[in-house]
């Protein structure tokens, strides 16, 4: 062949040797596929859950103060409170806010009745239920038959269901149930003028650190206070750790596809017989091993991109949503989400490269080693070996 040959002959004579071999075609796929879609759902879950829950964060109030005694968390008097956080300098608009855990029809579920806990971009649209009324989350309604929630906390309380809360805010009110202050007082056992705690917002973000000292010495009781910024790293460690985990766990089906790669781009007598022949009519190294590089990717570039589709899919696109979560989870996380797609075209540009440089390294190493001989050792290669 002359080395001055154009490369959309070699293309046609690479896809042709496919066909020719269908079954490693396959299998080479197949692995490439799985591997591809393994890696993806790992990383793509991570990724989407990290950045869903840090939109949703950017809402949340600076500093949460919580009332502590030897029993656990205890209610506040909201204006004590509110005085006390006013009194700090750099402490903002503090605001006492109603919320607890009640127990729902399968399980226990999240009160919430007052502005602060529930970001103000999730409660647009809806009409804010009154005495008797509540909103809920997806994983609630989905348990209910006639429209109807019975719950269970210091006293039994039945509410009828007016609105739900939307299926992208799934991460934050998958188990919610927003209800009228007055309900929600009488679930929880809050006194008129308790809260549950107070929410605090600050000049500076970075103030949080320093002024959390100065807030705690201003209330008569003790009291627990978290940053916003605990909330967001401790979300960004767990996702962190779970997509480790997953790519690691990768590892062996990396090195599998490697091995099985290797093992039939350039193995085999025949192979090594039909490439002897090849260099003695005129093909040059670099063609045979340009020629097994164009075949590695026509191979491999529609089993990635199947493989990241379905990956896509599983992780984006509910109910094939739940699978992910399902199976990243052990099966304990939310059965449906709607996460978000913000950063995850990088995610799969860097997805790709983790599964096709080494898919293509060990293409390229592998007939290098073997089509480097001289014709006459290729063609003494016994093709009935």
């Not at 008097?77 to 509110?82: G, K, Y």
């Not at 025949?270 to 020629?291: C, E, N, P």
């Not at 590695?296 to 992780?315: C, F, N, R």
């Not at 006459?376 to 070996?385: G, I, R, S, T």
Request: a neutral charge; hydrophobic letters at 50%; charged letters at 10%.
């Amino acid at each position: 062949m002359k080395s001055g040959l154009k490369e959309y002959p070699l293309l046609v004579w690479a896809a042709r040797d496919i066909l020719r071999r269908p079954g490693r075609g396959l299998l080479v796929s197949a692995c490439l596929a799985s591997v591809s879609f393994l890696i993806a759902v790992a990383l793509l879950f991570s990724q989407a859950m990290e950045t869903t829950w840090n939109q949703l964060m950017v809402q949340a109030p600076d500093l949460i103060v919580r009332r502590i005694n030897a029993g656990g968390w205890a209610p506040m008097p909201a204006e004590t409170a509110v005085a006390a956080a006013a009194s700090v300098p750099g402490a903002l608009t503090p605001t006492p806010r109603l919320w607890g855990v009640a127990t729902g029809p399968r399980g226990p579920v999240t009160v919430v009745a007052s502005p602060g806990v529930i970001p103000e971009t999730i409660l647009q649209g809806l009409t804010p239920p009154v005495s008797g009324q509540a909103v809920v989350g997806r994983g609630v309604v989905e348990t209910l038959q006639d429209g109807r929630l019975i719950l269970v906390g210091q006293e039994r309380l039945q509410l009828t269901i007016v609105g739900t809360f939307p299926a992208q805010t799934c991460l934050a009110t998958h188990d919610l149930v927003w209800m009228a202050p007055n309900d929600a007082r009488r679930l929880l056992g809050l006194l008129p003028g308790e809260a549950s705690d107070l929410a605090v917002s600050l000049f500076h973000e970075e103030e949080e650190p320093a002024i959390q000292a100065d807030l705690a010495d201003a209330f008569p009781w003790p009291v627990h206070i978290t940053g916003r910024s605990d909330g967001v790293l401790r979300h960004h460690q767990r996702a962190v750790h779970r997509g480790g985990i997953s790519v690691v766990a990768c590892v062996p089906a990396i090195l599998a596809l490697v091995w099985i790669v290797a093992g039939t781009a350039a193995t085999g007598s025949s192979r090594q017989a039909h490439w002897g022949l090849l260099k003695s009519l005129g093909w040059t190294t670099g063609d045979l091993v340009r020629l097994q590089i164009f075949q590695a990717a026509l191979l491999g570039t529609p089993a990635l991109a199947a493989g990241l589709a379905s990956a896509y899919s599983v992780v984006f696109y509910p109910p094939a949503a739940g699978i992910a979560a399902w199976w990243l989870t052990g099966g304990q996380h939310l059965p449906a989400l709607v996460l978000s797609r913000s950063g995850a075209l990088i995610a799969l540009l860097e997805i790709s490269a983790l599964v096709i440089i080494p898919y293509l390294a060990a293409v390229f190493l592998a007939t290098v080693k073997q089509v480097a001989n001289e014709p006459w050792h290729l063609l003494m290669a016994d093709p009935w070996n």
